[in-house]
T-cell receptor, first 113, second 117 residues
């Protein structure tokens, strides 16, 4: 069964600092991996996705993630945090054969001025 | 830009009452999901539809929850009777078709937040 583990339920960074949100996955087949962002009382918005093409994936709002098969990781990064990045971030995995996404528990990102 | 529509955005009800949530997916998306998201947690799948058929409802508490997608387009999720533990955000998502023309990603609605008193 597929699963994802997000390390750290809450991450706090200073404005302008590097953002690193960690995600490790478990899958019996080559996975498809996603990062979603959720602002308070809103639905989830796709940041980026890995679908077996390039291992370094660039997404919206300056975020990127690198798929590392040897580490079963798909960590999300952004070089310089902005106040508007404060939100909840979810990593998700699917085997893409029309199966549902399985989500991690989420990491809340706080950005300090 | 096409969106997944959900209503109501907010619902407050007393326990033992019935509640219903509606979802209209993006046109052309045959696959529709209902997820439940408890505060502070990630979304968890309740039910998956392919057109009008239920593909997976193994996590749906069938004694009180029901879901339908009669014409394979919009969908309704019902809870009867509601319990205190049902307080959560109910998210509907539709999936971009897999294949050369689609990315397979999920598009989410804004959600329906349920508070059971």
């Amino acid at each position: 069964a597929q699963s994802v583990t997000q390390l750290g339920s809450h991450v706090s960074v200073s404005e302008g600092a590097l953002v690193l949100l960690r995600c490790n996955y478990s899958s019996s087949v080559p996975p498809y991996l996603f990062w979603y962002v959720q602002y308070p009382n809103q639905g989830l918005q796709l940041l980026l996705k890995y679908t077996s093409a390039a291992t370094l994936v660039k997404g919206i709002n300056g975020f990127e993630a690198e798929f590392k098969k040897s580490e079963t990781s798909f960590h999300l990064t952004k070089p310089s945090a902005h106040m508007s990045d404060a939100a909840e971030y979810f990593c998700a995995v699917s085997d893409f054969r029309n199966t549902p996404l399985v989500f991690g528990k989420g990491t809340r990102l706080s950005v300090i001025a | 830009e096409a969106e997944v529509a959900q209503s109501p955005r907010y619902k407050i009800t007393e326990k033992s009452q019935a509640v219903a949530f509606w979802c209209d997916p993006i046109s052309g998306h045959a696959t529709l999901y209902w997820y439940r998201q408890i505060l502070g947690q990630g979304p968890e799948l309740l039910v998956q539809f392919q057109d009008e058929s239920v593909v997976d409802d193994s996590q749906l508490p069938k004694d009180r929850f029901s879901a339908e997608r009669l014409k394979g387009v919009d969908s309704t999720l019902k809870i009867q009777p509601a319990e205190l533990g049902d307080s959560a955000m109910y998210l509907c998502a539709s999936r971009d078709p897999i294949g050369t023309s689609g990315s397979g990603e999920l598009f989410f609605g804004e959600g329906s937040r349920l508070t059971v008193l």
